[in-house]
């Protein structure tokens, strides 16, 4: 069966640095989204996209973040600036239609801040 | 603003009874999704419900939505110890953007 894929799946940064995450969503899926969950926390909606561009942003997601298709298969999450604070598991999703779809969620990338 | 808070927080229970899990939403939602998390895991799948459904059913699981009480259960029939999970309800809105609750974290010995 046909999955999302994320790599790194543990990325140690030190405060200040950008990272970049990366996904591979599942192939004809067309709406993908990026998910973030703070150790013992619920997971929060960062940003979901479609057609090349973002469609919807939680009050999470402001200028520090930015998300990029650059070719065909990936779907990236940049984190400019990296605070203590952005320390959590950053998930991948993609759904093949949104609204009444379910997403189909990848394993994570555990980012941890230094 | 919160959306999909979970009750209990933590259930245990022995393998072969059932599993009931709470979600309770403050908006008009479009659908309501039911998630499994494994430890260290990603997020997956389990049913979805659109607002104009009451119950659906796929399995051992059983989820009904009740709108008027902005309210949904999930129910596991004859648990197993590979149930062993966190449960998550996910309202998705009118926007399109989901909303996760805090989870039940759902222990079934064996």
């Known amino acids: 069966e046909p999955e999302v894929t994320q790599t790194p799946s543990h990325q140690v940064t030190q405060m200040g640095q950008e990272v970049i995450l990366r996904c591979v969503p599942i192939?004809?899926?067309?709406?993908f989204y990026w998910y973030r969950q703070i150790l013992g926390q619920k997971v929060e909606f960062l940003v979901s996209?479609?057609?090349?561009?973002?469609?919807?942003k939680s009050e999470i997601f402001d200028d520090q973040f930015s998300v990029e298709r650059p070719d065909g298969s990936n779907f990236t999450l940049k984190i400019r600036s990296t605070k203590l604070e952005d320390s959590a598991m950053y998930f991948c999703?993609?759904?093949?239609?949104?609204?009444?779809?379910?997403?189909?969620f990848g394993d994570g990338t555990r980012l941890s801040i230094l | 603003s919160q959306q999909g808070e979970e009750d209990p927080q933590a259930l245990s229970i022995q393998e072969g009874e059932n599993a009931t899990m709470n979600c309770s939403y403050k908006t008009s939602i479009n659908n309501l999704q039911w998630y499994r998390q494994n430890s260290g895991r990603g997020l997956v799948h389990l049913i979805l419900i659109r607002s104009n459904e009451r119950e659906k059913h796929s399995g051992r699981l059983r989820v009904t939505l009740d709108t008027s009480k902005k309210s949904s259960s999930l129910l596991i029939t004859a648990s197993r110890a590979a149930d062993t999970a966190s449960y998550f309800c996910a309202t998705l809105n009118n926007n399109n953007d989901m909303r996760f609750g805090a989870g039940t974290r759902l222990t079934v010995k064996p």
């Open positions: 999703a993609s759904s093949e239609q949104g609204g009444n779809q379910p997403q189909h």
């Open positions: 996209f479609y057609n090349n561009e973002i469609s919807e």
């Open positions: 192939s004809n899926h067309l709406y």
